[in-house]
T-cell receptor
Framework: DAKTTQPPSMDCAEGRAANLPCNHS???????VYWYRQIHSQGPQYIIH???NNETNEMASLIITEDRKSSTLILPHATLRDTAVYYC?????????????FGGGTRLMVKP | EPEVTQTPSHQVTQMGQEVILRCVPI?????FYWYRQILGQKVEFLVS????????KSEIFDDQFSVERPDGSNFTLKIRSTKLEDSAMYFC?????????????FGPGTRLTVT
């Protein structure tokens, strides 16, 4: 799986958009970009994933650059409950046995 | 919304004892996983399980570890002889058969403390 690089920490004001960047310059054509988050020692939570098109769901939007070498997770209106560690993971979507490899992630602190 | 459950939430055991951590995956899921997270460190993959056999395992998952799906609902992780360094949060996860949307759903974790 391609390696990802994320800033170790970010702050965001409550109610504002949180934009979390991820670099994955060695991504392969068949690798997806996944985002998970972990709120204070809880189990990681899936947020969103994409291959090359931008994606949006009820939690967030994922913007993938045209060359797919980087992406941005956008939380449109961050709340205090969005304070968490956010992980960008790049991997092939295959069948059974495909583990998730978590890096250090970005610790997002949403402040009042 | 369906969720993965884990019991117990906290397990304290003495070094050398056997422990069994239990998980109930989401009912229609077919792939099951165990991860662990030592305090302050990254989440680490241990093992994946499909069709009643191990699909993949990490170097951490040595002979002291085993997994089992004893019935149609439970998925267990056994540590035969616990060591101090096994103290960690253990997360169970499951996913379904959709091969293009490989979302893993995690449980709340079991905190294992080995004394």
């Amino acid at each position: 799986d391609a390696k990802t690089t994320q800033p170790p920490s970010m702050d965001c004001a409550e109610g504002r958009a949180a934009n979390l960047p991820c670099n994955h310059s060695t991504i392969s054509g068949n690798e997806y970009v996944y985002w998970y988050r972990q709120i204070h020692s809880q189990g990681p939570q899936y947020i969103i994933h994409g291959l090359k098109n931008n994606e949006t769901n009820e939690m967030a939007s994922l913007i993938i650059t045209e060359d797919r070498k980087s992406s941005t997770l956008i939380l449109p209106h961050a709340t205090l409950r969005d304070t968490a560690v956010y992980y960008c993971i790049v991997r092939v979507a295959l069948g059974a046995g495909n583990m998730l490899t978590f890096g250090g992630g970005t610790r997002l602190m949403v402040k009042p | 919304e369906p969720e993965v459950t884990q019991t117990p939430s906290h397990q304290v055991t003495q070094m050398g004892q056997e422990v069994i951590l239990r998980c109930v995956p989401i009912s229609n899921h077919l792939y099951f996983y165990w991860y662990r997270q030592i305090l302050g460190q990254k989440v680490e993959f241990l093992v994946s399980f499909y069709n009643n056999e191990i699909s993949e395992k990490s170097e951490i998952f040595d002979d002291q570890f085993s997994v089992e799906r004893p019935d149609g609902s439970n998925f267990t992780l056994k540590i035969r002889s616990t060591k101090l360094e096994d103290s960690a949060m253990y997360f169970c996860a499951s996913s379904d058969l959709d091969l293009t949307a490989y979302e893993q759903y995690f449980g709340p974790g079991t905190r294992l403390t080995v004394t």
